[in-house]
Antibody, heavy 125, light 107 residues
Framework: EGQLVESGGGLVQPGESLRLSCAAS????????MHWVRQVPGKGLVWVSR????????DYAASVKGRFIISRDNAKDTLYLQMNSVRADDTAVYYC??????????????????WGQGTTVTVSS | DIQMTQSPSSLSASAGDRVTITCRAS??????LNWYQQKPGKAPKLLIF???ILQTGVPPRFSGSGSGTDFTLTISNLQPEDFATYYC?????????FGQGTKVDFK
C-alpha cells in the first residue's frame, strides 16, 4: 500500500522559515496528487495545500498562500512544504497525504488513502 | 470556499449501538464526499469515498449515503475500536475542506 514519513518539524521563531519533508516508500510518488493537512492538537483537520503528480497544478489554503510553498522531487519520492514567515497560528501537527483516485459510476473520485505519522511544528519565541 | 458542517459535535454510545453522523455542505458537491476516522495521536484513516464507497479493508458496519449537500455516516453495531473522531471532507473543489469532526465516545 505504501508509506509516508514526515520530517523537519520543530520549534521555530515567528517570522522564520522551516521546510517539512515527506518521504514516500512502497509506491512511486510521481503517480499521485499529494496534499498537506494540519491539525492543532485537540482541534480539527485543516487542509493546507495540494500538488498534482507533475507539479503543474498547485493550490493553497488562504491562510498560508504567499507564505508556504509546496514542491516535490519525484526522483527522490519526496514531497516538501517550505514554510516561510511562520506565525503562532501555524503551530500544528502537519500531515502529508496521498490521494487515491477511484473510478466509479459517475466519474473519478478522490480520497486521501495514505497518511504520514505527522510532524509537529511549534512557532514560539 | 465550501463549508462543511457536521452534527453532532460529539455523541456517547455503547458497543452494539447504531450511530449516525451527518455532514452538510454549503453548496452541492454531488458525491465528492469522504469520511475519515481518527484516533488520538494517530493520522486519519480513509473510511468512505464518493459518499458511499467503502475503502478497501473497512468493515461493512460502516456505511455512507447522500448526495448534493446532505450526507450521513452510519456505524452499525458499534465496536470498541470504533470510538474515535470522524471527519467528513469534500473533494469537489479546492480548497478541500473538512467538517469540524464528531467525537464518538463511550457512554
Amino acid at each position: 500500500e505504501g508509506q509516508l514519513v514526515e520530517s523537519g518539524g520543530g520549534l521555530v521563531q515567528p517570522g522564520e522559515s522551516l521546510r517539512l519533508s515527506c518521504a514516500a516508500s512502497g509506491f512511486t510518488l510521481n503517480s499521485y496528487w499529494m496534499h498537506w493537512v494540519r491539525q492543532v492538537p485537540g482541534k480539527g483537520l485543516v487542509w493546507v495545500s495540494r500538488m498534482n503528480s507533475d507539479g503543474s497544478i498547485i493550490d493553497y489554503a488562504a491562510s498560508v498562500k504567499g507564505r508556504f510553498i509546496i514542491s516535490r522531487d519525484n526522483a527522490k519520492d519526496t514531497l516538501y512544504l517550505q514554510m516561510n514567515s511562520v506565525r503562532a497560528d501555524d503551530t500544528a501537527v502537519y500531515y502529508c497525504a496521498r490521494v487515491h483516485t477511484a473510478m466509479a459510476p459517475g466519474g473519478n473520485y478522490y480520497g486521501m488513502d495514505v497518511w504520514g505519522q505527522g510532524t509537529t511544528v511549534t512557532v514560539s519565541s | 470556499d465550501i463549508q462543511m458542517t457536521q452534527s453532532p459535535s460529539s455523541l456517547s454510545a455503547s458497543a452494539g449501538d447504531r450511530v449516525t453522523i451527518t455532514c452538510r455542505a454549503s453548496q452541492s458537491i454531488t458525491v465528492y464526499l469522504n469520511w475519515y476516522q481518527q484516533k488520538p495521536g494517530k493520522a486519519p484513516k480513509l473510511l468512505i469515498f464518493a459518499a458511499s464507497i467503502l475503502q478497501t479493508g473497512v468493515p461493512p458496519r460502516f456505511s455512507g449515503s447522500g448526495s448534493g449537500t446532505d450526507f450521513t455516516l452510519t456505524i452499525s453495531n458499534l465496536q470498541p475500536e470504533d470510538f474515535a473522531t470522524y471527519y467528513c471532507q469534500q473533494s469537489y473543489s479546492a480548497p478541500w475542506t473538512f467538517g469540524q469532526g464528531t467525537k464518538v465516545d463511550f457512554k
